[in-house]
């Protein structure tokens, strides 16, 4: 089977920089993808790695290893928006299906 | 630009009835896949559909079917529903030929099965 761990809950403060960790066991991995959920709404594309290395879209930056079936997601300059859900999903050879974690709650506090 | 809608917001439904959804994909995506989300989990990958045909499909069973129509909108349809059916589902779209792993979200249809 196909199945992705995060951290369930992180806290942090205004300003600071957040680690979200993504571990994947997939078969036929093609690449790791991070999206952002608030409370009610759609979840949003953050970003996308195929291969090893970090990639960086402004205040988010997202790290792939894959000979350690492993992920992240950064996040600095933390607003008080930014509290909200973060899922990795992984996708397969295919690249058709996409494998989500259960996600990340981030709490940002003042 | 209009981006994912998804229809009806919300829906209500007895066990053992069937339901249709509907999608509409952003312009000029033709891949649509559709999610379901229970509350406090990710999203579960039901099927894609890319030119009419069911491209892939997620550990879902036989009463989940869909159907995608020439302009690429998309219908999920449950029969025989089960309480457990109750979550948001999410329609997703994308370029197959261009960042197909960079899916647009609708804001999802919330069912809930009594």
């Known amino acids: 089977g196909q199945s992705l761990e995060q951290p369930s809950e992180v806290t942090a403060v205004e300003g600071a920089i957040v680690q979200i960790n993504c571990t994947y066991q997939t078969s036929g991995f093609y690449g790791l993808s991070w999206y952002q959920q608030h409370d009610g709404g759609a979840p949003t594309f953050l970003s996308y790695?195929?291969?090893?290395g970090l990639e960086e879209t402004g205040r988010f930056s997202s790290f792939l290893s894959r000979s350690d079936s492993y992920g992240y997601l950064l996040l600095q300059e933390l607003q008080m928006k930014d509290s909200a859900s973060y899922f990795c999903a992984a996708h397969n050879t295919n690249a058709g299906k996409s494998t989500f974690g259960d996600g990340t709650t981030l709490t940002v506090k003042p | 630009d209009a981006g994912v809608t998804q229809s009806p917001t919300h829906l209500i439904k007895t066990r053992g009835q069937q339901v249709t959804l509907r999608c509409s994909p952003k312009s000029g995506h033709d891949t649509v896949s559709w999610y379901q989300q229970a509350l406090g989990q990710g999203p579960q990958f039901i099927f894609q559909?890319?030119?009419?045909?069911?491209?892939q499909r997620g550990n879902f069973p036989d009463r989940f079917s869909g159907h995608q129509f020439p302009n690429y909108s998309s219908e999920l349809n449950v029969n025989a529903l089960l309480l457990g059916d109750s979550a948001l589902y999410l329609c997703?779209?994308?370029?197959?030929?261009?960042?197909?792993?960079?899916?647009?979200f609708g804001p999802g249809t919330r069912l809930t099965v009594t």
């Open positions: 790695n195929a291969l090893d």
């Open positions: 997703a779209s994308s370029l197959l030929s261009g960042t197909d792993y960079e899916q647009y």
């Open positions: 559909y890319y030119e009419e045909e069911e491209r």
